[in-house]
């Protein structure tokens, strides 16, 4: 089959012909994909430095939403015709970037009706992150001051809904094309980052202490969270840029899991508009590589897609 990908490692991706899917094992599906989404870490793995189960040859991608076509014999879940989404690692066989995935039946969710294919396809990885970036590793509680720097992104957006969800008091930072949609997520307070002193600024609305929890989705921009966050407090950083730890501050960083279960639950608020993913760009397959330079840019205002 055709599939948006790579010949070896660090190739550059382009359509090539690769094997058709092998039959399903007991426990997984095969999904006609309908759109996939694109993201900066699927650069990490054309370039090796993220394994994802899948060597090269290979398609890319590592979530979709599609429609099931047939299932292993131990799946009950599950059944033709079903709309899913997916976060499916490791890769059982190739990356989502193809007209046919196969992926375990455990880490599908079903796709809200009312949802599109393209923001189905690219919400997985974002909300799976930001998800657990709240609740398992800073464990936010409602009324506490919570900072998400580099909230004008997709995951960034989500993770100031989710925390508005669990009644945080979210203070963000956002550009001024974002200062709307941000406040409209749920922040109480949205800062310029563009302003070097916006630290300064999270401190000032939170009576001098800082922000109880912080979570960092701009890139190389955790050592400036870090000094917004109170005495004793916890900063997550999803961009692989922890800085050294400081004045009690617990620090993590964060790498996306797959988690059906999660992924289930997440969508729920996705299907009644309490989440949202906004679309910023959508490619066919053939275009893969725009798409993933696009993705890798930051500058789509929105998700990057393909659409099959
Ligand atoms: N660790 C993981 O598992 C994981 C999972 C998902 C994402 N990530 C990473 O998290 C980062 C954010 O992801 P995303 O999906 O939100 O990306 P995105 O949608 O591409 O975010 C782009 C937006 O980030 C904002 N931004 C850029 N530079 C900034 C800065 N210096 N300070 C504050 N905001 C800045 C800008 O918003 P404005 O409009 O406000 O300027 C820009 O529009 C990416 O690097 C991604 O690779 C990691």
Redesign the pocket.
């Known amino acids: 089959m055709q599939v948006a990908g790579i010949r070896r490692a660090g190739a550059p991706v382009e359509v090539i012909e690769t094997r058709e899917p092998r039959p399903l094992a007991r426990d997984e599906v095969l999904l006609e994909v309908m759109a996939a989404g694109v993201?900066?870490?699927d650069e990490f793995v054309r370039v090796g430095g993220w394994d994802v189960g899948a060597a090269p040859p290979t398609a890319l991608g590592v979530e979709a939403a599609g429609t099931v076509t047939a299932a292993g014999g131990a799946v009950s879940d599950w059944a033709p015709g079903d709309a899913v989404l997916t976060h499916p690692l490791p890769l059982r066989d190739q990356g989502t970037w193809a007209p046919t995935l196969i992926a375990p039946a455990a880490l599908l969710a079903r796709k809200p009706r009312d949802v599109s294919w393209e923001a189905a396809a690219a919400f997985p990885?974002?909300a799976l992150?930001a998800e657990q970036v709240l609740s398992d590793t800073l464990r936010v509680r409602a009324g506490e001051h919570l900072l998400v720097?580099?909230?004008?992104?997709?995951?960034?957006?989500l993770l100031v809904a989710l925390a508005a969800l669990r009644g945080a008091q979210v203070i963000a930072?956002?550009?001024p094309?974002?200062r709307q949609r941000?406040s409209a997520l749920g922040a109480r307070h949205v800062i310029d980052?563009h302003d070097q002193d916006w630290p300064e600024h999270v401190r000032a609305v939170t009576d001098g202490h800082g922000a109880a929890a912080a979570a960092s989705?701009?890139?190389?921009?955790a050592a400036s969270a870090i000094r917004a966050v109170a005495d004793g407090g916890r900063l997550a950083t999803?961009?692989?840029d922890p800085p050294a730890e400081q004045r009690g501050i617990t620090v993590s960083s964060?790498?996306?899991r797959p988690d059906g279960r999660q992924l289930r639950d997440l969508a729920t608020p996705f299907g009644d508009g309490r989440l949202e993913i906004p679309v910023g760009a959508s490619y066919r397959l053939a275009d893969a590589a725009r798409a993933l330079a696009q993705?890798t840019a930051?500058?789509?205002?929105?998700?990057v897609v393909l659409t099959l």
Do not use: F, K, L
């Open positions: 993201g900066n870490w990885v974002p992150t720097h580099g909230a004008g992104g997709v995951t960034g957006g930072t956002a550009g094309s974002s941000v980052y989705a701009a890139p190389g921009g999803i961009t692989s964060v790498y996306v993705a930051g500058h789509a205002g929105g998700a």
